[in-house]
């Protein structure tokens, strides 16, 4: 604001200069007095100096002290005194000083100067004061308080101008009633003191301190004033500045009313800090949720807000649900585990008498020593509260609370404490809403690059002859990712075709299914029977795969110069065959344990190779689980029985038409909802062919 | 998914009601994984309402099968549902596993 400072300065610069001036001119009239001789001093311009003086230490004060103050109010204060206070002290030391040295050194002269510096000191002072008192009445203010201060320094400045126009005005009698008016004007402004509500109580204290100080001043400057007003040898006296006179009376009553009030609202205070540390405590537990705390911090918020609001003595806080296993946190203020089960083991009793089962309302018990449930175990508390901890939904702990008194928990008390119980309930359940919501999004997260992987991981190109047609389907859940296929060409004649399921969901299964892909062709390069690399495999995978997860998967191996299939089963559904010359269809029923379940080497007598010599024509249907375990929306499974009649309906068409017939059936039976991952190969067998 | 169980001597029984899949497989797995199963020499598992199970279900039995096993208790499924044992079957469990039809076979088993 360079306007602001621009302004600042320049009533700086004024003021100084004008009470040189006035300094100056009072001089030159005190020596006209004294020695009869003319000067250039004139009495019209004392009043002029002191009054542009004056102007400008008000200006520069008003502009200096903004009136938004904060909610600190002692620095203001502080500064009131030390700035502008001390300057009475100053002038109490040459006060003191003054008679000695009119002793020694008589001067004419003396008392002007003096008087001169004091009153330079006493408008410093006003202007410091009238200012920081209009930041403190006009703190929260009103568009009222705005205008009647607007109007109350108005009419004050207005008062400047009588010195001005040199008027005894004391002799009219309507000036004096203007200037009483003003005076009650004055009093009435010194009734705002919100701020001092605001005070805690170590601030009020200091503020008490202050406060006296600045009266002190306030009060040694008006002595003096008054005091050299009548001597003779004085040739200014501005007890008749009816400005001087009415911030000055201002001063004194808004010091003195602040001072009062203070005084007596220290044995409220308590109350009203209780009170703002119940609502900053409430506003602490509603926060915990954007600052990501735990649960753990909000109960501990709880308990120790509580025991605050309610001045227990004595206080636990029980909290664990049904259902939720884990340690529950415990909360104890001195608190004995004797005293804990007496206390229960009363409650209980209470309860039953009472006839309120119920056990979660609250329970308020005043004279605990004289309750026949309570009897006997000699407890040192009168008064006990329990507050339950509940939501609609769930029970969450109980806060108990005990205070030696009897009586010792009022109705507001209860109210504050139960808000503190309702907010932790609500912050608690929010809580555990966010930290869902986060495992959502994590695992959304997971399911997406697991997909990603998955895909990846099942070939784009298939493997075309002219000896077999291939057509493949492969269509991932939103849950469950492990299916998985793959083909490699073992030599011009042999083709080796896995499939498989990865058991669990997510990254561990995409991560799993692409381990079994490393292995189907690092094991394949040693060209292994099926049975063989199961064997290997298995053997493998015994070392990676976590104790819950295994995998089923079936390897075929092809051979077209043979016309031959081998192949072995670990755990995966059986294939589905159709023999072209018997004209029938058919599981190959043979028994093969999964791979990851038994993790030694007795796992090669579990696994078992079938030979099938095929003829052009024949087709082998291999899936995963997922298309018989579909499910319809009857729950009913769609079953190999099913997937048998649809190869038996179809298998004249082309390997292709034959996946889309059996994949449009099973999306028909469950109604478009997929609740596995569903993997399908139809691979049809041809006449042989040359190769050109 | 429910899961109740009954004792008698050395014979803990634990009945499956509802859905074994990847949420309520973690149930299952913590009372498996209590200790205090080890007290008893026969773990029967009645499958009599058990309609589905997942392979994280079935990898929960599959992991305590090995544990058992060492300290010679005996695990043995009855009342199983067709479409349950199917499974069980397809994977090649029936052979690693008791699996028998009824309580009383089971128990005579057990006795054995």
């Known amino acids: 604001m360079p306007q602001k400072d621009r302004i600042k300065r320049l009533s700086f610069f004024t003021a100084s200069v004008s009470w040189v001036l006035l300094l100056v001119n009072v001089l030159l009239l005190a020596y006209q007095r004294h020695t009869g001789e003319e000067t250039l001093g004139q009495d019209y311009l004392s009043n002029l100096f002191s009054v542009v003086f004056i102007l400008s230490v008000f200006t520069f004060q008003r502009f200096r002290l903004e009136p938004h103050a904060t909610a600190g109010f002692t620095k203001p204060l502080w500064h009131l005194f030390v700035k502008g206070g001390l300057g009475a002290y100053v002038c109490l030391l040459l006060n003191v000083g003054y008679p000695n040295l009119n002793l020694y050194w008589a001067n004419p002269y003396l008392l002007d100067i003096f ?26 203010k009103t568009k009222d308080l705005q205008t009647q201060w607007k109007w109350f320094e108005i009419l004050l400045y207005v008062s400047l101008l009588v010195p001005l126009l040199n008027v005894e005005y004391m002799k009219f009698i309507f000036l004096m009633l203007d200037l009483a008016l003003l005076l009650a004007y004055s009093v009435y402004m010194s009734v705002h003191l919100r701020w001092v509500a605001f005070l805690s109580l170590d601030r009020k204290w200091g503020s008490i301190f202050l406060l006296t100080a600045i009266l002190a001043s306030v009060v040694l400057f008006g002595n003096f004033l008054f005091q050299y007003s009548d001597s003779p040898e004085l040739v200014i006296d501005y007890t008749d500045n009816p400005f001087i006179l009415l911030t000055l009376a201002f001063v004194f009553t808004y010091t003195l009313s602040s001072f009062l009030v203070a005084v007596f609202s220290l044995p409220t205070s308590k109350v009203f800090e209780q009170k703002n540390a119940d609502l900053r405590n409430f506003q602490r537990l509603s926060q915990t949720i954007q600052q990501g705390q735990s649960e753990e911090e909000v109960y501990s918020i709880l ?165 077999f047609e291939i057509s493949t389907y492969s269509q991932a859940a939103k849950e469950v990712g492990g299916d998985f296929y793959d083909f490699l060409q073992l030599s011009e004649s042999r083709i080796a075709i ?66 031959g299939v081998s192949f ?90 034959i996946k889309s017939a059996i994949i449009n059936d099973v999306t028909d039976f469950t109604n478009d909802t997929l609740h596995d991952d569903q993997t399908l190969l139809v691979i049809k067998f041809k006449q042989r062919q040359p190769n050109n | 998914m429910k899961i109740k169980h009954t004792i008698s001597d050395n014979t803990i029984t634990i009945s499956l009601d509802g859905e074994l899949d990847a949420s309520s497989s973690v149930m299952l797995d913590e009372e498996l994984s209590n200790p205090s199963i080890m007290m008893f020499s026969k773990i029967l598992v009645d499958c009599k309402n058990l309609n589905y199970i997942s392979s994280a279900g079935l990898g929960v039995f599959i992991s305590h099968l090995q544990r058992f096993e060492d300290a010679q208790i005996k695990l043995i499924f009855f009342n199983m549902q067709e479409k349950v044992r199917n499974v069980f079957e397809i994977l090649g469990l029936d052979l690693l596993m008791t699996i028998v039809s009824s309580y009383e076979e089971a128990v005579t088993i057990a006795n054995d």
């Open chain 1, 115 to 140: 008087y001169q510096i004091l009153f330079g000191f006493l408008v410093y002072f006003l202007g410091k004061a009238f200012y920081t008192w209009r930041q403190f009445i006009l703190y929260q």
């Open chain 1, 498 to 563: 896995i499939i498989g399921d990865v058991s669990g969901k997510g990254i561990s299964a995409a991560f799993h299914m692409a381990q079994m892909k490393g292995i189907f062709h690092g094991l394949m390069q040693q060209d292994l029977l099926p049975d063989e690399f199961m064997v290997q495999a298995n053997s493998a995978l015994s070392r990676c795969l976590e104790r819950t997860s295994f995998i089923t998967s079936a390897l075929y191996i092809i051979d077209y110069k043979m016309q």
């Open chain 1, 303 to 467: 308990f120790d807000s509580a025991i605050k609001a309610s001045g227990a003595d004595s206080a636990w806080l029980e909290t664990g649900e049904e259902g939720r296993s884990g340690i529950p946190p415990a909360h104890n203020e001195g608190a004995e585990q004797a005293l804990m089960d007496h206390i229960k083991s009363g409650l209980t009793r209470a309860h039953k008498e009472r006839g309120t089962l119920h056990q979660d309302s609250i329970f308020l018990e005043g004279d605990l020593r004289h309750n026949p449930a309570f009897v006997g175990a000699d407890l040192p508390f009168y008064s006990l509260l329990v507050m339950p901890l509940v939501s609609t939904k769930r029970k969450y702990g109980h806060l108990y609370l005990l205070r030696e008194v009897e009586q010792g928990f009022d109705q507001d008390t209860i109210d504050v404490v139960q808000s503190f119980t309702n907010q932790t309930v609500l912050t608690i359940e929010n809580l555990r809403l966010v930290q869902e919501s986060l495992q959502n999004e994590r695992y959304k997260e997971e399911l997406k690059i697991a997909s990603l992987v998955q895909d990846r991981l099942i070939p784009k190109t298939f493997p075309t002859d002219t000896w």
């Open chain 1, 568 to 657: 072995a089963r670990a755990g995966h559904c059986h294939t589905l065959y159709y023999n072209s010359m018997m004209e029938d269809t058919f599981y190959f029923q043979t028994e093969g344990l999964g791979l990851g379940i038994m993790r030694d080497a007795s796992y090669a007598k579990r696994i078992h190779r079938l030979h099938y010599d095929y003829n052009p024509g024949d087709v082998m249907v291999i899936y995963t689980d997922g298309i018989v375990e579909a499910r319809s929306e009857d729950q009913d499974e769609y079953g190999e029985d099913r997937l048998k009649y649809m190869l038996s309906q179809t298998y004249h068409l082309e390997a292709e038409d």
